[in-house]
């Protein structure tokens, strides 16, 4: 396992109030956030500034204002770059090499003798699936498998911390979830992993730590609960299926944390006996409701959840719209 | 607060693979990454290197049929269409000259053996008779074809070729643990010997194809072609971490800056490095004896002003660039 | 609405008229004028090449001034006294007295930065769209691809008529005002038919080499190369050949000089009075010319139909 006491006075990932301008563009604007370890989803609308953060973070760009720090050391310091694996989201490479070449290439460049980079170079191919693809020339890659390259690039000389940009994208289903299985994996060997993604049901999967950003500032960072729970005022939707939906509903109605009740279309989810309670301010709901139901416990309430915690829902209300990216 | 030198990375729990950072072996990821550089230009099928070879080709053969029909020298060459050749028109100097000075030593009807008595404005004749047709090869084809276009163009081609900014492969390198500006000495030097072996490769061919006169071109021209050399890589090198668009500033630069500047009368001429290059060469000339002073050029810098100035800008755009390239991001991600 | 589907309350069909297709060359024009003039490297070729407009322009007021108002004196130039008559007679050389050779002259010296101009707008114009794919774009649209090279050539075109056309235009309307401007546009209007031309047949011509030649090679440094190659290497081997055998056949050799002497035949100028000499007919020069266009495009004809994929 990584020697996570080495970071134990120093975040591994801290932006200190990091603005960034390109000429008149502003793409990031005040951020200050600090990584520790885990995985953290980092998701905005395009143009966000998801791409701009990654590469500071990676040290390829140098902030306008602010610092970004690797375990307490400058991020554009080349020393830094030990501690990072960057798979960036363009496609460009040394096409003339073939995958194990570049690999190797890539190893060899991060100190690694060759011995050491050989070996660390089959082990990563084996782990990504590529082994058997690995001496063909990467012009002639899928999408997918130079995705998984890039990803073999960063991996090669065991970096403590991986920055990977879109690492999902072009990827199929099975080949999605066999990298979702290996960033789990990762970081319970003590990799600490940030992922931009627009497949915000996978990042969920993955983990519930997420970064939003949002026309270049941090819109929202943590847990989607802590998240949700900060939004109070945000009204969420439960949806309750009892048998007497009516009754219940004249008695939520004048309930001051419900604003509104909704009979839903009956579909698959959803029956005749469901309505949908919006409700701001949610724990004031719930202990009312509570109380409520520890006194009439005549209501047989079948079904009980709220729709939009999740992902899709903070990012529609934080960024405005559908959640969609 | 721990150092980052002090990191040790952990072994993997499966597929164990133990790797410890070191200095020494980062110095020699930087000896590897020289040699990636240099061995790229081996894979690449790069149709620059084709056009570059097809370009040097055509002079080679220009000057190989030159030579074949001897018109360096020239003697052979007529004034106008109709007109007598400079060989003719030289010889009748010469007898004239010769004529009019042993007429006035000895008088007329004198009888006997002609003192070989010849003064040292005929030997002189002579003598630029003889390094005419040098001369002129160096005129056209050294100073003019391989200064003022091979030598700059096929630099810059290489340059450029084994750096190219239109693809966007630099991620991979600057992502590396290594000091830019080492990844920037690293391109240096790594491109160094495929452009002298453009360059020399050219110039051997060129000695082949001129007979004589190529042959001592080569022997006295390479210590200057080659001070230019660093010099004109070290230039085009820098125009690589300044600007986005390095062969067009490159081409404005040769083709604009240095035809003009390098011609220029008074003290604006030393700012340009053919002219100290050209100087260099002119010196060398000179030192075998050759009246480069014929020669249509303004007036050459020293020896030691023009290595002085060739190996002072070499040292100073190279040392430039590499503070430039750890202090600068890369513009096209912008 | 009729014909709409009512669920698709918020989407309104277009109602326009199809224009002809020769449009689409114009949009594409535009586009790919806005794609050059945004760079600032455009700018900088344009400054320098508006340098040798300067020299002209201010050289031909200067002409003017010294002949009218030192008819008889010495001036003195770096501290020494010097004959104005012989300093007419050096600038005279030069021929920047308005006639068809200042004309001609100027455009020749654009040469220099044409051929930078054109090695970059090619690279961006054409080698883009090939190596980065865009052209797929143009066709999945109901155009053919001539009409991308037409939109695509007239933007080269119009950038050689910014350096060439309107400066020479400029420098005619200046020399009409230094001199008595009614005798001389009434007597050298033939001069501005004669920049028209000469400048229509270098925006012709240069604009489908370059649409050819970037074809060929696409990225910038092989294009560079070929281009140099083409106007300076050909340029100096003609110079040797002609000086070494006196024949003013190899000077056909020369591209720029070849459009040199056509744009002077557009002048009406004396083939007599053209320097350097030994020059070639004027009618060997335009078939160079009209070789080269037919050259062009039949290679880009060719490109079109089996080479790219």
């Known amino acids: ?325 | 607060m721990s150092k980052i030198g002090d990191l040790e990375n952990p072994m993997l729990q499966d597929n164990t693979v133990s790797f410890t950072f070191k200095y020494r072996n980062i110095v020699l990821s930087w000896f590897y990454l020289i040699w990636f550089i240099l061995a790229g230009q081996l894979r690449r099928n790069s149709l620059t290197l084709w056009v570059s070879t097809i370009l040097s080709g055509v002079v080679v053969l220009w000057v190989s049929i030159e030579t074949q029909r001897d018109r360096w020298d020239l003697r052979q060459r007529r004034i106008a269409r109709a007109g007598p050749t400079y060989g003719q028109i030289l010889d009748r100097a010469i007898m004239e000259q010769a004529y009019a000075v042993l007429s006035s030593q000895f008088p007329a009807g004198t009888a006997g053996a002609v003192p070989l008595l010849i003064p040292s404005t005929l030997l002189r004749l002579n003598q630029i008779q003889s390094h005419l047709g040098f001369m002129h090869y160096s005129y056209w084809i050294m100073y003019g074809v391989y200064l003022g276009f091979l030598m700059p163009l096929l630099t810059l081609s290489c340059v450029n070729t084994l750096i190219d900014p239109e693809n966007d492969a630099w991620v991979w390198l600057w992502s590396r643990p290594l000091p830019r500006s080492s990844i920037y000495l690293a391109q240096w030097i790594g491109t160094l010997p495929w452009i002298f072996l453009l360059n020399f490769g050219v110039l051997t061919a060129l000695a082949l194809a001129g007979g004589t006169y190529g042959r001592r071109s080569l022997f006295l021209y390479s210590l200057s072609i080659m001070l230019g050399i660093f010099a004109l890589a070290s230039l085009f090198h820098f125009f690589h971490i300044l600007f986005r668009r390095p062969v067009v500033i490159g081409l404005i630069y040769v083709f604009f800056f240095e035809s003009l500047v390098g011609n220029l009368p008074g003290s604006v001429k030393l700012l340009s490095l053919t002219f100290h290059i050209r100087s260099l060469m002119y010196r060398a000339a000179q030192a075998e004896g050759y009246q480069v002073e014929l020669l249509l050029f303004p007036e050459a810098a020293t020896w030691e002003a023009a290595v002085g100035f060739l190996l002072f800008v070499t040292v100073l755009l190279t040392l430039l660039g590499a503070w430039l390239s750890s202090y600068r991001e890369r513009r096209e991600i912008i | 609405m009729k014909g709409v589907d009512s669920q698709l309350l918020q989407f309104t069909p277009w109602e326009g008229n199809h224009t002809r297709r020769h449009a689409a060359a114009v949009a594409i024009l535009r586009i790919s004028l806005l794609l050059i003039v945004r760079q600032r490297l455009f700018w900088a070729l344009l400054a320098l090449a508006a340098l040798a407009f300067f020299f002209f322009f201010y050289a031909q007021y200067l002409l003017v001034w010294i002949s009218q108002h030192l008819a008889q004196e010495t001036i003195r130039i770096a501290g020494f006294p010097v004959s104005v008559s012989n300093l007419l007679r050096f600038l005279d050389r030069l021929a920047l007295n308005g006639s068809a050779h200042t004309y001609g002259n100027f455009i020749w010296f654009q040469g220099y930065i044409i051929v930078i101009l054109l090695a970059f707008s090619g690279s961006q114009l054409f080698g883009n769209d090939i190596v980065y794919g865009s052209m797929l774009f143009y066709y999945s649209k109901p155009i053919s691809l001539w009409h991308y090279f037409y939109g695509k050539c007239c933007t080269i075109a119009l950038l050689l008529l910014m350096t060439t056309f309107i400066p020479a235009i400029i420098l005619w309307i200046e020399a009409g005002l230094l001199f008595d401007w009614k005798t001389y546009y009434m007597q050298n209007y033939h001069l501005l038919l004669g920049i028209t031309g000469y400048s229509t047949l270098i925006a012709l011509t240069l604009s489908l080499l370059t649409a050819a030649t970037a074809l060929l090679f696409r990225r910038t440094t092989p294009l560079v190369l070929a281009w140099m190659g083409l106007f300076v290497l050909l340029r100096l081997i003609s110079n040797w050949l002609t000086l070494a055998t006196q024949d003013a056949s190899w000077r056909l050799l020369d591209l720029w000089n070849n459009l040199y002497l056509c744009g002077l035949w557009c002048f009406g100028v004396d083939h007599a009075t053209i320097r350097p000499v030994p020059q070639p007919s004027y009618d060997a020069a335009c078939l160079v010319i009209v070789g080269i266009i037919i050259l062009c495009l039949m290679y880009i004809n060719f490109y079109l139909k089996y080479l790219y994929k």
């Open chain 1, 1 to 325: 396992m990584y020697n996570s006491a080495l970071y134990k006075d120093e975040p591994l990932l801290q932006f200190i109030d990091v603005s960034k301008w390109f000429g008149p563009i502003l793409a990031l604007s005040q951020i200050t956030w600090t990584f520790k370890s885990g995985i953290v989803g980092l998701v905005g609308a395009n143009g966000a500034g998801k791409s701009t953060f990654l590469r500071l973070a990676a040290g390829l760009l140098r902030p306008t204002l602010g610092e970004v720090k690797i375990a307490g050391h400058d991020a554009w310091d080349w020393r830094s770059r030990r501690l990072i694996g960057y798979c960036p989201s363009t496609d460009a490479f040394f096409h003339d090499l073939s995958g194990q070449q570049f690999v190797l290439v890539m190893a060899r460049l991060c100190g690694m003798t060759r011995r050491e980079a050989r070996k660390s170079t089959e082990a990563i191919l084996q782990r990504l699936g590529l082994h058997d693809l690995a001496t063909r020339p990467i012009y002639g890659y899928s999408k997918g498998m130079r995705q998984r390259i890039k990803l073999a690039q960063a991996l090669v000389h065991h970096p403590p911390l991986l920055i990977l940009d879109e690492p999902l994208a072009g990827i199929d289903p099975l080949g999605r979830h066999e990298l979702i299985g290996l960033f789990r994996q990762l970081n319970q060997e003590g990799h600490s992993l940030i992922i931009s993604s627009h497949e915000l049901e996978t990042l969920e999967q993955l983990t519930d730590q997420i970064l939003i950003l949002s026309r270049g500032r941090l819109a929202a960072a943590g847990t989607i609960a802590e998240i949700r729970h900060q939004l109070s005022e945000y009204p969420i939707t439960i949806r309750i299926t009892v048998s007497s939906p009516r009754e219940l509903a004249r008695q939520l109605i004048d309930w001051p944390e419900v604003s509104a009740i909704e009979w839903p279309a009956s579909s698959q989810h959803t029956s005749c006996n469901t309505l949908l309670v919006r409700v701001h301010r949610p724990r004031e709901f719930f202990q009312r409701l509570t109380q409520f139901l520890a006194q009439n416990t005549s209501w047989d309430i079948t079904c009980f959840e709220s729709i939009d915690e999740s992902a899709h829902a903070l990012l529609g209300y934080i960024l405005g719209g559908s959640g969609k990216t």
